[in-house]
T-cell receptor, first 111, second 115 residues
Framework: GESVGLHLPTLSVQEGDNSIINCAYS??????FIWYKQESGKGPQFIID?????DKRQGQRVTVLLNKTVKHLSLQIAATQPGDSAVYFC??????????FGTGTSLTVIP | GAGVSQSPSNKVTEKGKDVELRCDPI?????LYWYRQSLGQGLEFLIY????????KSGLPSDRFSAERTGGSVSTLTIQRTQQEDSAVYLC?????????????FGPGTRLTVL
């Protein structure tokens, strides 16, 4: 029978292509955001962060863009590799030290 | 340097039993978080400890859930009278703020299955 429940958004990309993963956050007062990568059977791993006084931040092969007007975050991965296959979460710092996580996007890299 | 460790890695229990999950944070990290992750879902905040301050328990789903952190280090999450809907992966993270950045280091999680 058909399974019932929420399904992760999925993204499939060819190895070497660029990937863009999107996230909508909930609170316009959130001032700090983090992207995490979670591989199967492991805890999430910090990738990159950005403060609300910035609209772009670059790391190694990754770029985070923040659009506060529409409460949107994106993670861009350049030259995607098979090792990038994972679930990616965005998290917003909502109040004090309480982080709220999105439901995640599953990225599959096709060799 | 060891990362965050959690034990047990897997726990199967019967409905109605109590369970204790343990988290060993990274030494020197003053902040400790517990999250719950159901299959295919994001992380649900449960509780947050910061130094000697009173914990932020606002994410605990019911009074069957409690957590403590002894000596500012090891933390245990206790679930009393477990229910099937408690089945999930329970993740612990420790962190510190430095240069305006809060990098949370996650443990591998404890997979709890309530039969």
């Amino acid at each position: 029978g058909e399974s019932v429940g929420l399904h992760l958004p999925t993204l499939s990309v060819q190895e070497g292509d660029n990937s863009i993963i999107n996230c909508a956050y909930s609170n316009s007062a959130s001032d700090y955001f983090i992207w995490y990568k979670q591989e199967s059977g492991k805890g999430p791993q910090f990738i990159i962060d950005i403060r609300s006084n910035m609209d772009k931040r670059q790391g190694q092969r990754v770029t985070v863009l923040l659009n506060k007007t529409v409460k949107h975050l994106s993670l861009q991965i350049a030259a995607t590799q098979p090792g990038d296959s994972a679930v990616y979460f965005c998290a917003e710092l909502y109040t004090g030290n309480q982080f709220y996580f999105g439901t995640g996007t599953s990225l599959t890299v096709i060799p | 340097g060891a990362g965050v460790s959690q034990s047990p890695s897997n726990k199967v229990t019967e409905k109605g039993k109590d369970v204790e999950l343990r988290c060993d944070p990274i030494s020197g990290h003053t902040a400790l978080y517990w999250y719950r992750q159901s299959l295919g879902q994001g992380l649900e905040f449960l509780i947050y400890f910061q130094g000697n301050s009173a914990p932020d328990k606002s994410g605990l789903p019911s009074d069957r859930f409690s957590a403590e952190r002894t000596g500012g280090s090891v933390s245990t999450l206790t679930i009393q009278r477990t229910q099937q809907e408690d089945s999930a992966v329970y993740l612990c993270a420790s962190s510190f703020w430095t240069s305006g950045r809060n990098e949370q280091f996650f443990g591998p999680g404890t997979r709890l299955t309530v039969l």
